[in-house]
């Protein structure tokens, strides 16, 4: 499986200038997200390890689990964690014609109010991501992968991706998915510990 866990400059600089891959701050702060739920079991465990912790993330949501899930959903925004749109079916931009993948993300607004896009496997066209920019989308990227999607690896390991390519303004990568949750639930709570531990601040987009 083929992925990068860490950004490099020089890639960001390939891809269209308007979307987000980090936070500018000379804090010791990062910006915790995850991606594919709502799920009634997986995202209701990330949402009780970040209330017991006092901790806010963003959520980029796939329509259709919001459509089966309304309630976790609901307890997403009543918990007052920040929310994004994730495309409907979670489209590859890259294999999608672009009228197509406009539509899926505009029916995906139809239950997610929000601004914030994630595009799926981090795949979209310059012309997607220009016609979003246009009308007042920020397009949220990456700077941190924990791979939790990744079957052939451990959640420790998923923990030190996260640990050894973070710094001040990082944007974290997890999934409160079925295929990512054997190791994001050992992964989650190791960081959260680390980041108590070196005085890190864990905050929403």
């Known amino acids: 499986m083929a992925y990068l866990i860490s950004i490099p400059w020089w890639l960001k600089r390939l891809h269209n200038k308007g979307l987000i891959w980090s936070r500018s701050t000379k804090h010791k702060r990062i910006y915790l997200s995850f991606d594919d739920g709502p799920h009634p079991t997986i995202t209701n465990f990330v949402l009780d390890t970040l209330k017991e912790n006092g901790i806010k993330a963003t959520f980029f949501c796939i329509g259709d689990n919001v459509l089966k899930y309304p309630e976790t959903f609901d307890?997403?925004?009543?918990?007052?964690?920040?929310i994004g749109n994730h495309t409907h079916n979670h489209l590859n931009g890259w294999k999608t014609d672009n009228i197509q993948y406009y539509k899926?993300?505009?029916?995906?607004?139809?239950?997610?109010?929000?601004?914030?896009?994630?595009?799926?496997?981090g795949k979209i066209k310059p012309t997607q991501a220009n016609y979003l920019l246009k009308r007042g989308w920020r397009i949220i990227m990456w700077n941190s992968l924990s791979a939790d999607f990744d079957t052939s690896i451990d959640g420790?390991?998923?923990?030190?991706?996260?640990?050894?390519?973070?710094?001040?303004?990082?944007?974290?990568?997890?999934?409160?998915?079925?295929?990512?949750?054997?190791?994001?639930?050992?992964?989650?709570?190791?960081l959260i510990q680390y980041c108590k531990e070196h005085h890190y601040e864990i905050r929403a987009l």
């Open 156 to 190: 420790v390991t998923c923990f030190n991706n996260v640990k050894s390519t973070m710094e001040n303004g990082s944007i974290v990568v997890f999934h409160d998915s079925e295929k990512a949750f054997d190791r994001m639930k050992i992964a989650l709570p190791l």
């Open 75 to 82: 307890r997403i925004v009543k918990e007052q964690h920040s």
């Open 104 to 121: 899926n993300i505009l029916q995906a607004a139809k239950h997610i109010p929000s601004k914030l896009f994630r595009p799926p496997y």
